[in-house]
T-cell receptor, first 108, second 113 residues
Framework: RKEVEQDPGPFNVPEGATVAFNCTYSNSASQSFFWYRQDCRKEPKLLMSVYSSGNEDGRFTAQLNRASQYISLLIRDSKLSDSATYLC?????????FGKGTSLLVTP | DGGITQSPKYLFRKEGQNVTLSCEQN?????MYWYRQDPGQGLRLIYYSQIVNDFQKGDIAEGYSVSREKKESFPLTVTSAQKNPTAFYLC????????????FGPGTRLTVT
């Protein structure tokens, strides 16, 4: 079983919509969690860390539920430029465990 | 500007040749990592290094070798023993451990024919 699993999508949403991604992790020892964004044929870029208390950065909100072992990312007021693949990542020690990513396409 | 550089961006080699991918960072990060990404797949860890002159195998180290002689540099050699070397190779660094996330270079696309 993969350590981090997420729905590959694609999620096709109109501009201005709210979209939510979830991912689950199997390693209960995972300490830290992140969301990365990866554009086509580019490197992943750190979008935000995820905390149990929930954290927000502009239109993006991330949440961690340790009891259920899932992480979520909410994007409000979607922009065309949000189109990308979003990677859910868990950390245990020095290793990061990457999900395969969820593809988002925001359409006009 | 601080960051991670990888060169070259595209690399083409014939089967049976060893090839070395460059990774340099000026972020003063202790830890550096190499991943490969195949189409439609997640990132898989090849090797990582927490400190100069020390490195550990990741999940898919067979057919690869690394060195860490300087804090700034972590080159990856893809040897002829690697059965499926064609992939997108990504180098990353982090301050220490995994708690702060990792920062990636632009990657090298290696094609072996």
């Amino acid at each position: 079983r993969k350590e981090v699993e997420q729905d590959p999508g694609p999620f096709n949403v109109p501009e201005g919509a709210t979209v939510a991604f979830n991912c689950t992790y199997s390693n209960s020892a995972s300490q830290s969690f992140f969301w990365y964004r990866q554009d086509c044929r580019k490197e992943p870029k750190l979008l935000m860390s995820v905390y149990s208390s929930g954290n927000e950065d502009g239109r993006f909100t991330a949440q961690l539920n340790r009891a259920s072992q899932y992480i979520s990312l909410l994007i409000r007021d979607s922009k065309l430029s949000d189109s990308a693949t979003y990677l859910c990542v868990g950390s245990s020690g020095y290793a990061l465990n990457f999900g395969k990513g969820t593809s988002l396409l925001v359409t006009p | 500007d601080g960051g991670i550089t990888q060169s070259p961006k595209y690399l083409f080699r014939k089967e049976g040749q060893n090839v070395t991918l460059s990774c340099e960072q000026n972020l003063n990060h202790d830890a550096m990592y190499w991943y490969r990404q195949d189409p439609g797949q997640g990132l898989r860890l090849i090797y990582y290094s927490q400190i100069v002159n020390d490195f550990q195998k990741g999940d898919i180290a067979e057919g690869y070798s690394v060195s860490r002689e300087k804090k700034e540099s972590f080159p990856l050699t893809v040897t002829s023993a690697q059965k499926n070397p064609t992939a997108f190779y990504l180098c990353a660094s982090s301050p220490t451990g995994g708690d702060y996330g990792q920062y990636f270079g632009p990657g090298t696309r290696l094609t072996v024919t």
